[in-house]
C-alpha cells in the first residue's frame, strides 16, 4: 500500500465518525438527503450519496432522527430531524470529540524530539 494509499484509508476511518455527528447537529433544523449532502460537503465533510443515505437510514433506526415526507412539491422528498435521543447523543459526542482534540493537542507535534 503506498502512503498515499495508507493516508486515505486512515483519513476515511477518521471522518466516518464525524459525519455523524456532523449529520446530527446539522437536522436540529430539518432537511432532506441531497441538502444535507450539499451541506455537508460546503462544510469540509467530504462524503458521498452512497455513504450518506445508509446512515440516515441507519441512524432513523437507531432513533436519533424522525422523518417525514414532504409531498407538496413534484417531486415528493423524505424529510430528515434529530431526535431528543439523537440531541444527547450529539452533545456526549461533541464533547468527546473537543475531549479528543484537546488530548491530541497536548501530544508531541510529528518530528518533535
Known amino acids: 500500500m503506498s502512503e498515499t494509499e495508507a493516508l486515505e484509508t486512515h483519513l476515511q476511518e477518521l471522518r466516518r465518525g464525524t459525519v455523524v ?3 446530527l447537529r446539522l437536522l436540529e433544523r430539518p432537511g432532506y438527503g441531497y441538502g444535507l449532502l450539499e451541506d455537508l460537503q460546503a462544510r469540509g465533510f ?4 452512497n455513504t450518506l443515505y445508509p446512515l440516515l437510514r441507519r441512524l ?3 432513533g436519533h432522527l424522525t422523518s417525514e415526507w ?4 413534484a417531486r415528493p422528498r423524505k424529510f430528515y430531524r434529530t ?3 439523537g440531541s444527547r447523543l450529539a452533545a456526549a459526542l461533541t ?19
Not at 467530504?46 to 450519496?49: E, G, I, Q, V
Not at 464533547?95 to 524530539?113: H, K, M, N, Q, V
Open 46 to 49: 467530504d462524503t458521498d450519496a
Open 60 to 62: 432513523e433506526k437507531q
Open 95 to 113: 464533547e468527546d470529540f473537543r475531549a479528543i482534540a484537546t488530548a491530541i493537542d497536548a501530544l508531541p507535534a510529528p518530528g518533535d524530539d
Open 83 to 85: 431526535s431528543p435521543a
Open 70 to 73: 414532504n409531498t407538496d412539491e
Open 21 to 23: 455527528l456532523a449529520c
